[in-house]
């Protein structure tokens, strides 16, 4: 019942604009900003801006599609993309975002405390103090920084963030009003000016591009919003485009006040150029504490919102980490774990290294929002209906700028940020078993592709030169003699397709439909054991003779026109034989090749051989039939096995018999060895099937052809008189297939 009490949401749009626009407008635009103009020029730095924003706009367009649909609680990215991937991907990858934001707090307060340089010459010149270590500053800001959240909450860290804003404001005005003796006139502004380095272009982009990343910011902070629907894009969209437009004016600025060299010498070059340069640290130190105020208000959300998913494997670790105030809900234990992460790094103190990983997080998240945008749009889901419509190829090229900057940037940090969210998403699925699916977004995808795929191959050319088997077997033992599927798993599991019906008799009724599904999850279940690549479905019908109609008019499940169809018989008990020779007429006027099974009790546990016999009346077959062998030796179980082809012609005929067939096997065309290849001359006082049941006996798949005509001379003793055989495979082809 606990989790069903909502929440106190009092924010508006002003603070998602405000936590993003303080984050974007942060450190690197102080520090680093004027080394890119000097390193690069103003035109490779607009590049810098321009390739950046590629990744932040189609980001930021995603964020407020996706938000405009769905309700976006608590733990904001991760929220969006753990309901769209699913549990336990959105939170390998939440995981990942969470050490990001947390480890970014350190980060932040390290960049605070380099604004304190001005002050600490100062003390050192006229007061004799010295400060060694920049962590006596650092260290006891994220203290006291840490009470403040912990005792005021989000809502001190709203009406601070208002005053770091007016700071930042305030620290531009000065900024463009400022100059320098250095003035470039526009007739001579040389847009490529800068200094040699060694730095090129994608080293200084993956020192610069931590600017732009700050749009998402506020999207952290939607479970405290009054409408997110409207506060999220609105205002992650504002701060992406006002603070594009501001970094242009700050490079032009930049390069028209200073030379190369001093912006690349200078981190406080602003200073420099500014009205009042005092104001240039001190809105550096309001940058930096904003963008701290920003992480640690939105890290502990999120890890609150992961703990809400109960994806840790304690019990009572997500309960602690879940837990909030009771009045707002604000995250107390995970706001305790954050500030110990940021206390460890800020410890260490150089964290250079850990900081690439931390881009390619973000990246990594940024991509996957909008790898989810890029998907909805193809999934086409009637409940997917946002109220701001980004365009599929603005989302795909987000997602492939995201891709292909992380490994721009630093590929080896790429591999291993990747390998880190993989170790996590495998941990996390031992633990939430049941949470392991993907979710309805990759099934949506899938569902229109198979359709667009299906509706291709209906109306491309169907004059296909290259014959392979699309097989449908009906049987209503499925559960009693496992072989029909056994042999529909060999023919589809690499060159063939094979969908598998359960016929169960009777008319379609309630319990009859219960029954259906209850056997069709039996027979999924044995086809995930199996590892088959077989469609099976259950079928209702009131007789064998109905059943078979309505499956000759069924479509292939791989969209091209099922073209054979597999029955199956015991030996032992050939009691359905007779139900299918009845229904013969019927299967031959649909124009399918006819393959009937008769099972033994041997099994088939070594796969060894296969025997093909091949006889004089065998023409239309013989192809068939070596194709079909060539075809389940493409299964595993077979991968030991070879095809042996008996060959019984008259003597007349054994050499030109032998020949071709030499011929074939000579070109490639028959996977079997000359030595497994038995010419066997027709002897007038022994029938073939004495002839088959002396040199098969040791076989584990005999394959034999019969003829239309001779069912109806003989019936079901055609297929009488194999006792001495394993299982026999009988083939019928309606026309002679080619062996190329």
Known sequence: MKELVKKKANFGTLPVFFTAISTILGAVMFLRFGYAVGSVGFLGTLAIVLIGHLVTVPTAMSIAEIATNQKVEGGGEYYIISRSFGINIGASIGVALYLSQAISVAFYIIAFAEAFDPVIAWLADTQGIVIYDKRMISIPAIVLLSILMLTKGADLGMKALYGVVFTLFVSLVMFFLGSTDYQVNLEKFDMLAHVPSNDDFFVVFAIIFPAFTGMTAGVGLSGDLKEPKKSIPLGTLAATLIGMVIYVFIAYKLAVNATPSDLVSDPLIMSKIALWGAIIPIGLAAATISSALGSIMVAPRTLQALAGDKIFPSHGLNAFLNKGKKDSNEPINATLVTVGIALFFVALGDINSVAKVISMFFMVT???????????????????????????????????????????????????????????????????????????????VIFQLIRQIQVFIQKADKDDQNWRPSVICISG???????AFEMMRWISHRYGFGTYLHFIKGYFSKETNKQSKEELGRLIRVADISESNVYVDTMVSPSYTSAIAQTLQLPSVSGKENNMILFEFSKSNPENLTDIMENYAMVRSSGFDTCILASSDRGLEVKTEIHIWVTPSDYMNSNLMILLGYVILGHPQWKKAEIKISVIVQKSEMEEEKKELLELIKSGRLPISANNVTIIEREVE???????????????????????????????????????????????????????
């Open 366 to 444: 940024y991509g996957s929002i909008c790898t989810i945008s890029f998907f909805q749009h193809f999934a086409a889901d009637p409940s997917y209906r946002p109220a701001f419509r980004s365009k599929w190829y603005i989302s795909l090229l987000g997602a492939v700028m995201c891709l292909f900057m992380v490994f721009k940037m630093d590929a080896a940090y790429a591999f291993f940020s990747m390998m880190i969210m993989v170790l996590i998403y495998l941990a996390l699925s031992r633990f939430n078993k049941e949470k392991a699916g993907m979710a309805n977004i990759f099934q949506g």
């Open 686 to 740: 022994r029938s073939n099937k004495e002839l088959i049941n002396e040199y098969s006996k040791d076989a584990d798949l005999t394959i034999v052809g019969f003829r239309s005509e001779a069912i109806k001379q003989k019936g079901v003793e055609l297929f009488d008189g194999f006792e001495d055989v394993g299982d026999v495979l009988f083939v019928n082809s309606t026309e002679s297939k080619e062996i190329k």
């Open 477 to 483: 033992d499925a559960f009693e003699r496992p072989a």
